[in-house]
Nanobody
Framework: VQLQASGGGLVQAGDSLRLSCAASGLSFRSHSMGWFRQAPGKEREFIAFVTTDSTITYYANSVKGRFTISRDNAKNVLFLQLNSLKPEDTAVYYC????????????????WGQGTLVTVSS
């Protein structure tokens, strides 16, 4: 199983980015998916979740209204659109495939990408 995250970079506050996560080696359409992030010195935190058919999404309060999670099951790709970025959004962003359990818990996910770094300057 491989989850390849990409799209991170160095941007200024207020800018936008689109992260992608290409999945291979698993039945992508059968897995609900999530995005998490981890800032230096902090624990990994939940950002966004999407069900297998995209009918339900959940977001952390800190990103609600600014970030949008989506997926393309035909292409086995997960996306995260990041708008109105803030310096506090600086972190490594991870995509993950959920095996079950609470959607916002790290332990509910059993396949993780390698992460892509987002740096937001003020």
């Amino acid at each position: 199983v491989q989850l390849q995250a990409s799209g991170g970079g160095l941007v200024q506050a207020g800018d936008s980015l689109r992260l992608s996560c290409a999945a291979s080696g698993l039945s992508f359409r059968s897995h609900s998916m999530g995005w998490f992030r981890q800032a230096p010195g902090k624990e990994r935190e939940f950002i966004a979740f999407v069900t297998t058919d995209s009918t339900i999404t959940y977001y952390a309060n800190s990103v609600k209204g600014r970030f949008t999670i989506s997926r393309d099951n035909a292409k086995n790709v997960l996306f995260l659109q990041l708008n109105s970025l803030k310096p506090e959004d600086t972190a490594v962003y991870y995509c993950a495939a959920r095996r079950g359990g609470t959607y916002s818990d790290v332990v509910s996910y059993y396949h993780w990408g390698q992460g892509t770094l987002v740096t937001v300057s003020s």
